[in-house]
DNA sequence: TAATAAATTTAGAATGATTCAAAAATAAAT
DNA sequence: ATTTATTTTTGAATCATTCTAAATTTATTA
């Protein structure tokens, strides 16, 4: 356990939500100047493989870095770009139902208004 | 429509699957030698904003161009990486119930093992 | 606690997919 | 056939991310 693995933690936990390496590197600057982009990168990517974090790729975006480790969904609203999670129950057993096998991981990203963005 | 247009649509017709932009550059440019990347590019994107393909994005590969207007659902094999089809009933109706809202477009990508790469 | 080994961080260059800007070529419209 | 609009080409640029090698820090062992 380093300092800069620390300040990138400390970051993730206080603040909520679905980031980009750039925006835990700003933030963990505040805890750690000195740190550096290959360090938050280096981090991210051993946290995604051991499973304590998750990431979202979005064409022409970059990735974000989830801070729920479990399978679960997500929601880009199409209005104000926020990305939100949510949870469809039921749908492992659908996957597996057409599939025919054991479901390793999953992304499903959803395309819809947020109820800020909603106009009816 | 100029030729390299009808070259890409040509390759996209004859060749089953999921193409990378790289791809597609290699089977065009046996059908109009002098055709050039960004060309590729610039017609993947039209289609797609036209809705007459879809994009598939994976994390640390490049984007894959589905054939397949339709919104529908993904297999990426985790044994040989192959990507595939697949249709899960009801889906859009159990995303409309958890979100409460219309679903204007989604990408599901399921990691599991294909037939073949399946051992049990 | 000192010494050694192992892991992590740093700096900065490199990579690779994709985009961009400007010029050249081609297609469409008059 | 001319003009206008669109597309292609070239090659440089961008951006997120990875890599390499050296420096530093952490963990382990004596």
Redesign the pocket.
Known sequence: ?????AA?IKVMRENCGHF???EIFLLAKEE?P?????????????MVEEGSIR?I?Q??????FDRNPMPHEHIICTGCGKVEDLNIPGLTEAMEDATGCEIEDYELVIHCKCPECRVV
Chains 1, 2 share one sequence.
């Open positions: 356990m380093t300092k800069q693995r990138i980009t390496a750039e750690y000195s740190i550096v982009r290959a360090t938050i990168y280096n981090n991210l990517n051993g990431r790729c064409s022409g975006h970059p990735d974000r």
